[in-house]
């Protein structure tokens, strides 16, 4: 079984401080201690990363609903290219790529970069929470996993447990996949969504564990 590590919108908007959407006890020294851990182990890294323009629909100064009436009205937050939507300090790779959200696109040159560990972490670009809004996500995970010949094992870490993480976890279990939460590598919004996430990935198998058990 080959293990993958998922990191989940360790962007400066939610992790530090000083961001639109700061998720308050984000870990960042632990998460960073993640990504070395990868790198030095050769451990490919793919992640999510909250990908806006300047009048997204999730935004209160859009005026806009979402396609179903959605209307969350957050702050602007993760507009490409500014500050906010750039990855935490110390948590990108040497060698990355971005994944636009886009309906289609070659994946098999980027799968073949991943499994000769040329490409060290693939990001992909997505408007709402889960990483499989990104509609090359799920082909590119069925087209890495048939190119390794084993099956894939995912331990995630990242912000906000009780939104985006919670929704990458139960997206890897509901496709199969072996998933596995570092606890001390997360950080929630509510107390109450929090405790629901958690509930909620139990009852679909993910596992739990720490960072300490994950790099040892």
Request: hydrophobic content about 40%; overall charge negative; some cysteine.
């Amino acid at each position: 079984m080959r293990t993958i590590f998922v990191d989940v919108d360790v962007q400066r908007d939610f992790c530090e401080p000083t961001g639109a959407l700061y998720v308050p006890g984000s870990p960042n020294d632990v998460m960073r201690k993640l990504v070395a851990h990868a790198v030095e182990h050769r451990i490919p890294i793919l992640g999510s990363v909250d990908s806006h323009a300047w009048d997204a629909w999730e935004f209160a100064s859009s005026g806009r609903a979402g396609p179903s009436g959605e209307k969350p009205d957050f702050p602007d937050h993760c507009v490409k290219g500014t500050p906010g939507w750039l990855k935490v300090e110390g948590t990108l790779p040497p060698r990355f790529r971005f994944v636009p959200n886009v309906p289609d696109a070659p994946i098999s040159p980027i799968v073949e970069e991943v499994v000769r560990g040329d490409t060290q972490g693939l990001y992909f670009e997505k408007e709402v929470y889960s990483l499989f809004a990104n509609p090359l996500a799920e082909p590119f995970l069925k087209a890495l996993e048939a190119r390794i010949g084993e099956p894939l094992s995912f331990v995630v870490f990242g912000v906000a447990t009780d939104y985006c993480v919670r929704a990458a976890a139960l997206g890897l279990a509901e496709r199969g996949y072996t998933t596995t939460l570092v606890t001390d590598a997360i950080a929630g919004i509510t107390e109450e969504g929090v405790t629901r996430a958690f509930d909620e990935m139990k009852r679909a198998g993910v596992k739990l564990s720490t960072s300490a058990e994950v790099i040892s």
